[in-house]
């Protein structure tokens, strides 16, 4: 009973709000100094990915994650931003030995998730910085559980693939469909720490910031918004491929 309590208290406190804020943290780094080149260089993979077959495309990043670089953004978007810097506690269930001292049964433990995305000794001394290639070019780093942002181990948050190919999908829809423009007057905080509104909230949300979005081409807009409409009303059967 105490387990099933603990997963019902996790979901709840990792799920609210946590993939609005996070995505919205993505169109931010989009609307930095070197955000429109991150466009195009995915917009350019995925093109490549599905042989210019933009409806292909728009349809194909809900079912998989090819491009290496979309995976790339969001791990370094999900490493630097901890939106609930505090993982929810937990029980240890059983006694270990971590740095010379012993840690016992039914110990409650807090992982500061911030602070472990950020340790120099393992992301190297740009820890502090947005990355984007970093799991491409890092391989000291790209292996689970890749951030700590949900958790570690076998009481990690139990929606980590969901979580995963929706951020992707989102970035990638919307750099084939648009480009992402900021608003010289009102630029995004991107500082993992300033960037919250409120740090006493349960979920840390991004300070409001100005954007805007330029369709590429807007009948193939309006197409790949017709292809999203019709794929709700139709009772669908995805075979889902986790990377």
């Not at 804020?21 to 466009?39: D, K, M, P, V, Y």
């Not at 809900?62 to 995976?71: A, D, H, I, P």
């Not at 978007?77 to 029980?91: E, F, H």
């Amino acid at each position: 009973m105490d387990d099933i309590k603990c997963i019902c208290v996790g979901l709840v406190s990792g799920g609210f709000e946590t993939i609005g804020s996070t995505a919205s943290l993505i169109f931010a780094q989009l609307c930095t100094e070197n955000g429109e080149l991150w466009q195009e260089r995915l917009y350019d993979d995925l093109m490549k990915i599905y042989d210019g077959d933009i409806v292909k495309a728009y349809q194909s990043v809900l079912l998989e994650e090819k491009s290496e670089f979309g995976v790339s953004f969001i791990r370094e978007l999900l490493r630097m931003y901890a939106v609930i810097p505090l993982i929810p506690a937990r029980k240890t269930s059983k006694e270990f030995i971590w740095n010379g001292v012993t840690v016992p049964e039914g110990i409650t433990v807090i992982l500061n998730a911030q602070a472990a995305n950020h340790d120099k000794s393992h992301f190297g001394a740009d820890a502090d910085e947005f990355v984007p290639d970093r799991f491409l070019k890092d391989d000291s780093v790209n292996h689970p559980p890749y951030h700590f942002t949900f958790g570690a181990g076998s009481r990690a948050c139990t929606a980590v693939n969901l979580s995963n190919r929706i951020l992707y999908a989102g970035l990638c829809r919307t750099c084939l469909l648009f480009k992402v423009k900021k608003d010289p007057s009102r630029l995004p905080v991107v500082d993992y720490i300033d960037f919250a509104e409120d740090r006493q909230a349960q979920t840390n949300w991004i300070k409001e910031f100005g954007m805007s979005l330029e369709p590429r081409d807007e009948a193939m807009v309006e197409m790949c918004f017709s292809v999203s409409k019709n794929a709700c009303k139709e009772d669908l059967s995805y075979s889902i491929e986790y990377n």
